[in-house]
């Protein structure tokens, strides 16, 4: 039983040096210029290895893709919001949750470069879509929620409105990413984004609130 731990142990490590070799030079280096060669030099592995663990450097990519993104739906859960506790803050939370992302997509060169720029050119539409699904989706689901239960936005349909907004903000993160000035886009975005979150606000002339 300790040998076969130690040989999971084992398998875990490689996988991780694997992942954070290659995040560290998709980063840096963008996907194209980063060779497999390079990555297991610096995660300290055979070649064999690898491709133990990833079929084809695609695969790879994914894996770190995945990484990235989960990393920061992790960090808006416990870090960026972790000040709103109360439904009186369910409107806040919505509000600074969407600003925390499109900061991330301005400032994070990790997420920018694999996620933004990189992801959608080598794995295709169709991963970015499935990161949305996995991680900002359910997250927006529950702001929408607890600000409807609050009354402090329309009670619209939940599900509709939460795949419009997140396909509202994943176009906003590309433009961010894709932008040549990151910052200038990313202010416009966000004031853009707050006004169309503002027409939401439940209010006593609005026909979905009669």
Not at 164 to 172: D, H, K, N, Q, S
Request: aromatic share 6%; net charge negative.
């Amino acid at each position: 039983m300790a040998v076969k731990s130690r040989r999971a142990e084992h398998v875990q490590d490689t996988l991780a040096a694997l992942v954070q070799a290659a995040r560290e030079l998709f980063a840096t280096q963008g996907y194209a210029d980063t060779g497999t060669e390079e990555i297991v030099a610096r995660a300290r592995v055979t070649r064999g290895a690898l491709y133990h663990h990833f079929r084809d450097k695609p695969d790879l990519f994914r894996a770190v893709m995945q990484a990235v993104a989960g990393e920061l739906a992790q960090r808006l859960v416990t870090q960026e919001l972790s000040h709103i506790t109360d439904d009186a803050d369910a409107w806040e939370q919505l509000r600074e949750g969407v600003q925390a992302f499109l900061d991330a997509c301005a400032g994070s060169t990790d997420f920018q470069r694999i996620v933004l720029i990189d992801g959608p050119a080598v794995l295709g539409p169709g991963a970015w879509n499935d990161l949305v699904e996995q991680h900002g989706l359910g997250l927006l689901r529950t702001w929408l929620q607890r600000a409807i239960d609050s009354h402090q936005i329309d009670p619209l349909p939940l599900e509709p409105l939460a795949r419009l907004l997140a396909a509202l903000i994943a176009e906003a993160s590309l433009y961010i990413g894709h932008s040549a000035d990151p910052a200038r886009a990313r202010s416009d975005t966000g004031d853009t984004i707050d006004r169309i979150l503002a027409g939401l606000r439940a209010g006593p002339a609005s026909p979905a609130s009669r």
